[in-house]
């Protein structure tokens, strides 16, 4: 079955002022976002991707454009299955404020439980993505090969779930994976089971560094900004 790259978009004008961006039109990407995207086509350079589907949220778009004009070969599919997850009410509010929300403890330990209000709830998120992943891989296979490479650039909740899916974690575990801005995370699909190759691999070890502020032990919502 062929390996999936996963890439989540670059940064954006909502991680940079602190929002849940959801599904909230107009999200771009700030100029550092625009600046991984225009790193993308080389640090993919080898890879023969044998199809690109993107989620339809502009950031992400945005993301892959400079991917699609080094390789005008390739037609972009979009799926909406891939897109960010419906937070409902809680979509362009500010993260500082969502934190006093009960809610956000049950997002934080608990998502398995975990439903947005007038949104949708992140167990249907990870189904409606892993089922989207299945249709490619079958897709993808069938057109190129079992041995073909394709992409899938999409937002930091959907891929933290597949991550999760494809290592048999419990999605209540999910919020134990990081995944930055414009990071490529690599999937390879097998009959009996999926190989994690890569995570979170942005080739950038700044992250790392110790902060004046340390991050706290609260996963980021919605993937958080990455490196200062």
Known sequence: MPTLILVRHGRSTANTEGLLAGWTPGVALDERGAAQAAE????????????????????????????????????????????????GDWSG??????????????????????????????RAMQTRAAEAVREWNARVERDHGADAVYLMCSHGDIIK???????????????????????ITAIRYTRLRPFLVRLGDTGDFTSLVPREEPPGDEAQVGGGAGAP
Do not use: W
Not at 94 to 105: C, F, N, T, V
Not at 164 to 180: K, M, N, P, T, Y
């Open 93 to 122: 509010r500010k993260l500082a404020e969502l934190k006093d929300e009960p809610l956000m403890e049950v997002v934080q330990a608990h998502p398995s439980a975990a439903a947005f209000p007038g949104g949708e709830s992140m």
């Open 161 to 183: 779930s597949l991550v999760a899916e494809a290592l048999g974690l419990h999605l209540d575990l999910f919020q134990r994976i990081s995944v930055e801005p414009c990071s």
């Open 40 to 87: 993308l086509p080389g640090r993919l350079a080898e890879l023969p991707l044998a199809a690109i589907v993107t989620s339809p949220l502009q950031r992400c778009q945005e993301t892959i454009r400079p991917l699609l004009q080094a390789r005008p070969e390739l037609n972009p599919h979009t799926d909406e299955r891939i897109g960010e997850c419906h937070y």
